[in-house]
């Protein structure tokens, strides 16, 4: 099944929306065809947005699953870029 990835940069200031929905952003998640994720941090170590990567059958797939993310949902992002992903190497 292809991969695709998920850039996902936080609007600024925003880290009172992340904390508010995150444990239904994790919770969801956990659910959904994810192959990896965490969040990206800001110079301060505070979370600032996240990446995925998630397994999908098309394109359409994967915005579907963004849009039907808690964090999405909250208005949390200010951007978000999706693409196609192939893992090449992996020391997981």
């Known amino acids: 099944m292809p991969q695709f990835a ?8 925003s880290l009172s929306v992340r904390m508010a929905a995150r444990e239904d952003h994790l919770a969801w ?4 065809p994810l192959k990896l994720g965490g969040p990206f941090l800001d110079e301060a170590g505070d979370m600032a ?3 995925m990567i998630i397994e999908a059958e098309d394109i359409e797939a994967a915005r579907a699953f963004s849009a039907a993310d808690p964090y999405t949902k909250a ?6 870029d999706i693409r ?3 893992v090449t190497l992996a020391n997981l």
């Open 6 to 13: 998920l850039v996902c940069i936080d609007k600024p200031n």
């Open 84 to 86: 196609p992903f192939r």
């Open 75 to 80: 208005g949390l992002w200010e951007s978000v």
């Open 29 to 32: 998640v956990r659910t959904q």
């Open 49 to 51: 947005g996240s990446l």
